[in-house]
């Protein structure tokens, strides 16, 4: 996320849990969008499938407004843990066409203040399922599949109404959106010549909420990467890439009379929702096919948040892969 460049190219991360924000709590998970990509040797070369079991986490614990750390003081929420699990199958019927379902699961622990009196430490646990993901994909500009586009949704299957009696858990810190959104992407990868085993990729993913419910619209998200990957280090059967990418993020304002869209960064106690964010993320991949395993970690280098929300320093990735 997220972890197969094909997938991750075609489809977009796993984004189960942060798209929704309220009025009456504080929360805000939005900076926790995650972008999933993989290596370009991970792109379809033909018919066939692929099966996926994403493991992304992440703890947001700095408060963080504008472009820069904030006190903690000025948000109530003081952590947002997640664990995301996706598996996700892939399967192209020839080499124009092919689909993806991904049905993601998320545990969170959430950390604020709230509770009878309003003032008291409250921890927070549940898991869940996400908001599942349909794409159709299409491999057909070039006879090596290097280039293609996706078009799909993402279904409101997440729960969006989990809390406690207080009301401490806000929209934007459910596991899923209450949405139905379009999802629209692309990618395109190359080899540098020489046969020196250099390749790079760029992708990029828009999710466009279209339907939604209960007073809420998560803002629009759009990810984009470029990355650069070395495919010529073998031991034995087993094959070696490592991995560097540059990934820039924006997500909205959330809108509607439950979204919490406040961007005064001044402001003590304004939570927000939206924001910019261009991450750095090494990374490797070991392939021993048919299986493969991928890891790797996210930076952020820039981060501008509309009004303080919780942030993390860094989120990480393993998935492992089976092509059948």
């Known amino acids: ?166 009301g401490d858990i806000d929209r934007d810190t459910e596991l899923g959106s209450g949405s139905a959104d379009l999802l629209l992407g692309g990618f395109y990868r190359s080899y540098f010549p020489g046969h020196l085993g250099l390749a790079w990729f760029a992708q990029a993913q828009l999710d466009l909420p279209v339907v939604t419910q209960d007073q809420y619209r998560p803002g629009l998200e759009f990810n984009t990467a470029l990355g650069l990957y070395y495919s010529k280090w073998h031991l034995g059967r087993l094959k070696i890439s490592p991995l560097a990418q540059l990934i820039g993020s924006f997500r909205a304002t959330d809108t509607g009379a439950n979204a919490s869209g406040g961007s005064n960064s001044d402001d003590p106690g304004n939570i927000g929702s939206g924001y910019q964010r261009l991450s750095v993320s090494p990374g490797i991949e070991l392939d021993f096919h048919p299986w493969r395993v991928y890891a790797d970690v996210e930076i952020p280098i820039y981060q501008q948040m509309n009004g303080n929300q919780l942030v993390s320093d860094e989120l990480f990735k393993f998935s492992f892969s089976y092509s059948f």
């Open 1 to 166: 996320m997220k972890n197969v460049l094909s997938r991750s190219i075609l489809c977009g991360a796993v984004a189960a849990a942060c798209q929704i924000a309220s009025i009456s709590a504080h929360a805000c998970a939005c900076g926790c969008g995650m972008f999933d990509v993989g290596t370009a040797s991970m792109l379809p070369t033909g018919s066939g499938g692929m099966a996926f079991l994403d493991f992304i986490y992440q703890d947001q614990n700095r408060n963080w407004a504008g472009n820069g750390p904030a006190p903690a003081v000025n948000n109530p929420d003081r952590e947002i843990s997640t664990l995301f699990i996706a598996p996700t199958v892939q399967y192209f019927f020839n080499r124009q066409w092919g689909f993806e379902a991904e049905l993601p699961f998320a545990q969170r622990t959430f950390k604020t203040v709230g509770g009878p009196s309003g003032n008291d430490p409250v921890s927070l646990h549940w898991w869940g399922l996400g908001d599942i993901r349909l794409n159709a994909e299409y491999t057909g500009f070039s006879d090596d599949m290097s280039s293609g586009v996706n078009l799909g949704v993402k279904l409101p299957t997440g729960d969006f109404r989990h809390n406690d009696a207080f």
